[in-house]
């Protein structure tokens, strides 16, 4: 099982482009999340899926869309970006209520 | 509001010397405790889930205690392959998805 996994792992966007992070997971999870990680600010929670066909909006949404596109995928879109989306970003999936489980993370710069 | 404060933002320690990272956290209610290692360049690594005051886990060199306002993650003789950025993050009663709530981490640096 591969787990959870993230493309691409690296990017470089001007302000401006647009750009989409594709997440998967093989465990048959039910949940689905995405976070970003910025230096002193800890994970921040951006958009989540409680479940298939659902979707919400974290601490950090905006400037986000994303889309549950059946169980085992989750993508996060940036519409125009900024450069304070300049990150790390992680998925991750779990069982509502258990661990959750995270994939190798997306290094997003943008200039 | 609900929010997780680790504590110290770092720790040194030589190869041998046991600590402990603390996790302080302020909910609503408890539905569960989670320790996360990450190491650098990569995503988050799940260690241990706690549930209830009183609770204890084990794994290696690691144990992870949990009373009503706090948590513990005590490294016993600690090894280089130890070195890492330690999480913690909570559930709160309030969340029926699945939201976590994570602290900012405590980076562990073991030398030999």
């Known amino acids: 099982n591969a787990g959870v996994t993230q493309t691409p792992k690296f990017q470089v966007l001007k302000t401006g482009q647009s750009m989409t992070l594709q997440c998967a997971q093989d465990m048959n999870h039910n949940s689905m999340y995405w976070y970003r990680q910025d230096p002193g600010m800890g994970l921040r929670l951006i958009y989540y899926s409680a479940s298939e066909g659902t979707t919400d909006k974290g601490e950090v949404p905006n400037g986000y869309n994303v889309s549950r596109l059946n169980k085992r995928e989750f993508s996060l879109r940036l519409e125009s970006a900024a450069p304070s989306q300049t990150s790390v970003y992680f998925c991750?999936?779990?069982?509502?209520?258990?661990?959750?489980?995270f994939g190798p993370g997306t290094r997003l710069t943008v200039l | 509001e609900d929010q997780v404060t680790q504590s110290p933002e770092a720790l040194r320690l030589q190869e041998g010397e046991s600590s402990s990272l603390n996790c302080s956290y302020t909910v609503s209610g408890l539905r569960g405790l989670f320790w996360y290692r990450q190491d650098p360049g990569k995503g988050p690594e799940f260690l241990f889930t706690?549930?209830?005051a009183g609770e204890e886990k084990e794994k290696e060199r690691l144990k992870a205690t949990l009373t009503k306002k706090e948590s513990f993650l005590h490294i016993t003789a600690p090894k280089p392959e130890d070195s890492a950025t330690y999480l913690c993050?909570?559930?709160?009663?309030?969340?029926?998805?699945?939201?976590?709530?994570f602290g900012q981490g405590t980076t562990l640096q073991v030398k030999p």
């Open positions: 993050a909570v559930r709160a009663v309030s969340s029926n998805t699945g939201k976590l709530i």
């Open positions: 706690l549930y209830s």
């Open positions: 991750a999936s779990s069982e509502v209520g258990n661990e959750q489980f």
